[in-house]
């Protein structure tokens, strides 16, 4: 008896997207360099900007590394489409993978992380607030934004090696 997720797996499967991310020599390695370079954008510019809140390299004004978070969003806006085009290539992979759930879970909760940076400490910061200033919830939510997203690394080389659950 097919489940829900065997016919999703079997409809992504019989796309013209599918076949053309699986069967073209360029597409999945080209789109593998897409997803590297934008985890560089994005984890790249949050250490930054989180290793500044928690307190490194004070001699640079915290208003100064709001341009990295810039970079992590164009760099999420690249992971997410190339994200996307792997699992719409090969959802066979991906859909049964523990590994990705945990990664995309892991991603939901960076995701609100991140929503409540924006609301709580990134006004902190653009008054111009030395971090020693900031609030103590302002470290945490930057402590966990590098864990989050180590997590999502870890998690993502992870899938190729984990079978499904």
Known sequence: MNTLLDRLIDTLNATALSGFVMDNAVVFPALEMAHFLGLCLLFGAL???????????????IARVEIFVRFALIGFAINLVSGLMFVLGDSGRYLVNIAFWTK???IVAAGLNTAYFVRRVKPQMDAGVDSSELTADARVVAWLSLALWTGVIVLGRFIPYVEDF
């Open 47 to 61: 250490l930054v900007v989180d290793l500044r809140v928690v307190g490194f390299a004070r001699a640079v004004p």
């Open 104 to 106: 995309m879970g892991m």
